[in-house]
């Protein structure tokens, strides 16, 4: 098993990764929670939720399961969450252990961070994209006219990260995850990028690494957000390839391409931009094709229409009076905030359409 420490700002808290550590979570975690509620969801729930239950002996314990998918991030389902939290008697010495992917993590941190005015939870990532979610305190649910709209900064007080339930996660969402770790690559670890890319995630291999690539992607994260919690500043840099990939997320339509392989195209874009306005010299080739060998869906761009996805990229949280602020790179490694005009990014939109795609 390997740690780290994260420093946030009201306390300091541990991510252990290794193999296994869903049998081990009781004798992991501090003793004197007065009850324990494990939120999970319906695909997570028949693979791992008796292990996690199992390991967890003299608390009382409940459980609560919910539909997998986007789709929970949401109203109705925080408020049935929150009732099961009254219903059940969970108090302030209560903990919430939140077992699987970002979407588990984003809603239960939530719930966590709101009943009654915020109690303790463990993130326990399942997916690969949830070396980044688990990490930095951001947790949210949707509104029907946004992502990610209603939210709260509540970090974990422990974030216990089991390698081995990576073992069912289905190929097309290990693909997701991996776009974040190249990013975190772009961001802060060229060498990490190199190594990422020049694998076959198909192969079994992968499994070899996959522990070593986590870890750096959450030491990477965790950095940037130690530095700027709140997102006054540097933590902009984290949205790395999601100005487009936002876009392309919400343009074609939430479940016809994941979140991480749209921020796989945001992150070509990204590229792009650089290499056009700071000529900057980029991997564009290299990542074009390594992307299309593991089947990420390139090919949607083609079909969305260009101004609607300028207009969306418009509207992302991280835009001002209509421009939009793009995170590009110098380098490898060396991340830079830049504004670019609806005109210009229509046209470099267009461009990159027929140039790279
Ligand atoms: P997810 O939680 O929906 O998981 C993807 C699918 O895999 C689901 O169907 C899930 O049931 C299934 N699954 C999970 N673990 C499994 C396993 N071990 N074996 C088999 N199946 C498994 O999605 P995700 O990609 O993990 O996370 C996406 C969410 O994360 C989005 O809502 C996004 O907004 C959020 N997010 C949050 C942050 C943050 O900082 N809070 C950062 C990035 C993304
Ligand atoms: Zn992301």
């Known amino acids: 098993m390997k740690e780290l420490s994260i420093h946030a700002s009201n306390h300091s808290y541990k991510v252990q990764i290794g193999k296994g ?10 003793k004197d929670y007065s009850h324990v509620m494990i939120i999970t969801d ?17 608390t009382p314990i409940d459980t609560v399961i919910f539909p997998a998918g986007e789709q929970a991030k949401s109203m109705s389902q925080y408020e049935e969450l929150l009732t099961a939290c009254i219903e059940n008697s969970l108090d302030r010495k209560s903990l919430i252990i939140a077992l699987g992917g970002g979407v588990v993590g984003d809603l239960a941190g939530f719930v966590a961070a709101t009943y009654m005015r915020g109690i303790d939870y463990i993130q326990m990532p399942t997916t690969v994209l949830a070396h980044d ?14 992502k990610n709209l209603i939210g709260s900064f509540h970090s974990p007080v422990q974030v216990l990260y ?42 079994e291999a992968i499994t070899e690494v ?23 500043g540097i933590r902009k840099y984290l949205n790395l390839g999601h100005t487009l ?33 700071l000529e ?23 079909h969305l ?26 380098e490898l490694g060396k991340p830079v905030m830049m504004e670019v005009k609806e005109t210009e990014l229509t046209e470099l939109l267009n461009r990159f359409k027929e140039e790279v795609m």
């Open 245 to 277: 990939g936002h876009a392309i997320e919400s343009e074609a339509g939430y479940g016809h391409v994941t979140h991480g392989e749209a921020v796989a195209i945001g992150l070509l874009f990204a590229m792009y931009v650089s290499k056009e306005k």
């Open 162 to 203: 089991d390698v081995e339930t990576l073992q069912t996660l289905p190929y097309h969402e290990l693909r997701s995850g991996y776009a974040e770790i190249i990013k975190h690559g772009c961001l802060d670890d060229p060498d990490l990028f190199h190594d990422a890319t020049s694998r076959s995630l198909a192969d």
């Open 42 to 58: 319906s695909q997570v729930a028949p693979l791992y939720l008796e292990d996690v239950k199992h390991s967890l002996t003299g």
């Open 21 to 30: 550590l869903r049998h081990t979570v009781g004798s992991m975690i501090a």
């Open 133 to 146: 979610s688990s990490v930095g305190g951001k947790v949210a649910i949707n509104h029907p006219l946004g």
């Open 305 to 330: 229409d260009t101004s609607s996805l300028v207009d969306r990229m418009k509207k992302d949280k991280k835009s001002t009076s209509g421009k939009v602020n793009m995170v590009l790179l110098e």
């Open 280 to 302: 900057a010299s980029m991997p564009i080739a290299n990542l074009y094709a390594w992307l299309g060998k593991q089947g990420y869906p390139l090919n949607v761009l083609t």
């Open 210 to 232: 996959l522990e070593d690539h986590l870890l750096k992607g959450i030491a990477i994260k965790a950095s940037v957000v130690e530095q700027d919690e709140k997102e006054t």
